[in-house]
């Protein structure tokens, strides 16, 4: 298996092309069900796996859960800014030193989850009350210097739970943890 392969267990996210109401509807329904194959992913790991890396350099099976969470409120957020404002600057966040404190080092990852579960039901009715003009409103992000519209956000955080959860259960694979 190669680094990219562990990197991206699912591939590079790739924009989507064309918003229709039943590529949103799908990916919603996913949204909604990411806690839970999250807590799947690491259920019935001890704290020696859940300090494990899922790759060499990357972070520990708990940081990821941790990141996750950290990521998608961020997400939730950016998303209410920009229905509520004129294309909003985001601030961003250092993800590394976020994933370096306390909490994403030992907190037992069942609390990130907790908090992911009512997290992605309040976002997920956000995005299915949204009308086809919300969806194209966006947020600018000064790191990457483009706007992001509500469409592409919502493909986005689905396809970055996905890839999380794979980092998860392509270590438990190779490792063997069953």
Not at 46 to 65: E, I
């Amino acid at each position: 298996m190669t680094l990219e392969d562990l990197r991206y267990p699912i591939g590079t996210f790739q924009a989507p092309r064309q918003a229709d109401e039943q590529k949103r509807a799908a990916l919603i329904q996913t949204l909604k069900t990411c806690p839970a194959m999250l807590k799947e992913a690491v259920s019935g790991l001890n704290d020696t796996q859940l300090d494990t890396p899922y790759r060499t350099g990357g972070w520990t099976v708990r940081q990821v859960v941790s990141h996750v969470a950290d990521s998608h409120l961020n997400g939730y957020i950016r998303c209410k800014l920009a229905l509520t404002e004129e294309t909003p600057l985001i601030r961003p966040y250092d993800e590394q030193k976020w994933a370096g404190l306390t909490d994403s080092l030992t907190f037992d990852p069942q609390l990130a989850i907790e908090l992911l579960e009512p997290l992605h039901n309040r976002w997920a009715a956000l995005f299915e009350a949204l009308t086809e003009a919300d969806y194209e409103k966006a947020y600018f992000h000064p790191d990457t210097g483009e706007e992001t519209s509500l469409h592409h956000a919502l493909a986005l955080y689905v396809w970055h739970s996905k890839h999380h959860i794979a980092h998860i259960t392509s270590l438990r694979d190779r490792m063997g943890w069953i």
